[in-house]
Nanobody
Framework: DVQLQASGGGWVQAGGSLRLSCAASGFTVSDYTIAWFRQAPGKEREGVSV????????INANSVKGRFTVSGDNAKNMVYLQMNSLRPEDTAVYFCAAAKGRKITSTLWTITTYDYWGQGTQVTVSS
């Protein structure tokens, strides 16, 4: 049974940091492309960061470049999102998602690319 469990969200003041965790079960993260998406109230879900395990690389959305870092721990079957210099506009529910194998760059921000989704964790940044 494939599952993704996101955790680590919370409340933080602007300029602060949080680290989100995504625990995977039922599959091996090293074989998958793992992404973090977020969805703010009244807005569409948007891609934030992607860990391309098969290509050994990462991609970040322009809105979080230089502030967010995605990483993985294959031994623990975990993926993390380190979020620094948080801004009020980062407030959203954050989701981790997994897609099997390699994916071309142009599809990484597309929701339908991903086969499995976690339940989401709330991040609130106050000004």
């Amino acid at each position: 049974d494939v599952q993704l469990q996101a955790s680590g969200g919370g409340w933080v003041q602007a300029g602060g940091s949080l680290r989100l965790s995504c625990a995977a079960s039922g599959f091996t993260v090293s074989d998958y492309t793992i992404a973090w998406f977020r969805q703010a109230p009244g807005k569409e879900r948007e891609g934030v960061s992607v860990l391309r395990n098969r290509e050994s690389g990462t991609i970040n959305a322009n809105s979080v470049k230089g502030r967010f870092t995605v990483s993985g721990d294959n031994a623990k079957n975990m993926v993390y999102l380190q979020m620094n210099s948080l801004r009020p506009e980062d407030t959203a529910v954050y989701f981790c998602a997994a897609a099997k194998g390699r994916k071309i760059t142009s599809t990484l921000w597309t929701i339908t690319t991903y086969d499995y989704w976690g339940q989401g964790t709330q991040v609130t940044v106050s000004s």
